[in-house]
């Protein structure tokens, strides 16, 4: 099952086991039962101190197989082969069901063992999913150290019968205690602080009570981070406080125009992001959201929806953009229901199916390209009446026999009963309307700016940018901004990088030069 490389470096990692752990696994004579068998003996033969039990004759999804300290009952359990991003998941939980430790604060690992009741997660994911890792290495670790918690992966492509009847069509999708919990990917915080109903306020009390920052920055993607890096560096007090530290970025899968990195991964370049970061005495609050930016004379106030207020001397906008949608009927109706916006994590569960592309720019393009090699049937609509996408691009997609290219096409509705059924669209040029009979609606449309919680404050542009000068500037003194939430042509990764040094530096002499002294 697992090649010499990989049972190598598995090896090295299952050194850290100290303590004894048992593998129970439930079987059937099924193919599927059979790889997960070949897979459990390629871990067990690592380590000495792992077991593994067979079942045949329980109740149990199948295959499926826990994980955790021998003679104690596992509360961790994969349903289906923990590969591709997962086997990240399953080396994890081996370690951490030994005693190893996690790399979280001592405070949340606190706040896990004091949780009050009883919950039964269930993640369903796709191995192709690149945010589904994170939801389940975060529950997994919240089973291990509680014993009231119990959480078991479930791969939507082998149980596709309860795909089915709970109609999941987004991954990855949680579901506590048998009611759907939430979707998207969520880390570790945000899940305790929606079970933890004290968290928000005690998390309000302690941010409320920091002292005034030299420089705040709002928003974690690269223009954030390369903020505050360049913020640390002057010696200078900084904060950080993001609502996804990564933003946009962590929804990226293929980058290969970062100058001096011939390919990377969005989710490995914001680790790398994070990392630095770290590396500097900055201040990062993760999982907060803006609600309000109250500027003053000599400090701003930056209000959060948690009822928190942070002050600070110069502040940073870098909230970057989010999937721009159709605001047509039926899209926000069936999100999660057939409307998707990642066709790298939703585009396995549509295995099969005809489903649309809408949007001929290159995010539009590839996810045809990609979805081509999975689904049965791709109908990409683009407004305009020529594709945007680059030509290499194109060249693929017009190679595909699987593919449909509409151009000047208007989508007006999505349709459905419980889920997903079609999409009308208006020709035009014939201003007749179609409607295409389909199962999955992607949305490839751009990206719009986070800035709705600045509007009456600081200038916008008629889009919703903020409007910087040469030097990151906004219309209120001690305010700037930079990224892909401004006016600055281009929204890409390494020009938003570039914008936030420049911002961070502006910030910088602004404080030098006012009468506020620097911290």
Not at 104 to 131: A, D, M, R, W
Not at 427 to 436: A, K, L, N, P
């Amino acid at each position: 099952m697992l090649d010499a490389n990989i049972k190598t470096q598995l090896k090295a990692y299952l050194e850290r086991v100290t303590q004894p752990i048992e593998i129970v696994a439930s079987l059937d004579d099924s193919p599927k039962s059979q790889e997960m068998l070949e897979l459990l003996h390629d871990v067990v033969e690592q380590s000495k101190l792992i077991t593994l039990i067979e079942r045949r004759d329980d109740d149990e999804r199948k295959p499926s197989f826990t994980v955790g300290p021998r003679g104690e009952e596992g509360r961790v359990r994969f349903a289906g082969l923990p590969m591709g991003h997962e086997f990240t998941s399953l080396i994890l939980a081996l370690l951490q069901s030994a005693g190893y430790p996690p790399k979280v604060e001592p405070e949340v690992i606190e706040q896990i063992k004091n949780l009050e009741g009883e919950f039964n997660f269930e993640t369903y994911i796709s191995l192709s999913c690149h945010n589904c890792p994170d939801v389940v290495q975060a529950l997994n670790l919240m089973a291990i150290l509680n014993p009231k918690v119990r959480h078991t992966m479930v791969d939507g492509a082998l149980f596709q019968q309860e795909v089915e009847e709970r109609q999941i069509m987004a991954v990855p999708t949680v579901y506590l205690n048998g009611q759907e919990f939430g979707q998207g990917r969520m880390e570790l915080g945000e899940i305790l602080a929606k079970v933890d109903t004290g968290a928000a306020a005690r998390d309000a009390k302690k941010l409320s009570e920091k002292s005034a920052f030299d420089v705040l920055v709002v928003g974690g993607g690269p223009a954030g981070a390369a903020a505050a890096i360049y913020a640390a560096r002057k010696g200078i007090r900084t904060g950080v406080v993001a609502e996804r530290f990564g933003g946009q970025v962590m929804d990226t899968m293929a980058i290969e125009n970062f100058i001096s990195v011939k390919y990377t991964e969005g989710p490995k370049l914001v680790a790398s992001l994070e990392e630095h970061v770290k590396e500097y005495e900055v201040d990062v609050m993760n999982l907060q959201r803006v609600s309000a930016l109250v500027p003053g004379e000599n400090l701003h106030e930056v209000r959060l929806e948690n009822g928190a207020a942070l002050k600070a001397k110069t502040v940073i906008v870098a909230t970057g953009a989010r999937w721009r949608e159709m605001n047509v009927p039926g899209e926000k109706e069936f999100r999660g229901k057939g409307v998707a916006y990642c066709p790298h994590c939703d585009g396995p569960l549509f295995k099969g199916k005809r489903v649309a592309v809408v949007g001929g720019g290159n995010s539009g393009v590839e996810a045809a390209i990609d979805l081509a090699g999975v689904v049965a049937h791709v109908t990409l609509l683009e407004f305009a009446d020529t594709l945007r996408a680059d030509a290499v691009l194109q060249k693929k997609l017009y190679s595909l026999p699987n593919v449909t290219v509409i151009k000047s096409a208007q989508t007006t509705e999505v349709t459905g009963t419980d889920k997903v059924n079609g999409l009308v669209y208006k020709d035009r040029v014939s201003g007749e309307m179609q409607r295409i009979e389909l199962e999955g609606i992607f949305v490839q449309i751009g990206l719009l700016p986070n800035t709705d919680f600045l509007k009456g404050t600081v200038e916008l542009s008629r889009f919703g940018e903020i409007v910087v000068d040469a030097k990151g500037q906004t219309s209120v003194p001690g305010v700037f901004a930079a990224g892909d939430c401004t006016t600055v042509p281009y929204k890409q990764i390494i020009i938003a990088m570039g914008e936030g040094a420049k911002a961070s530096l502006s910030a910088f002499d602004h404080l030098i030069r006012s009468s506020a002294p620097v911290a």
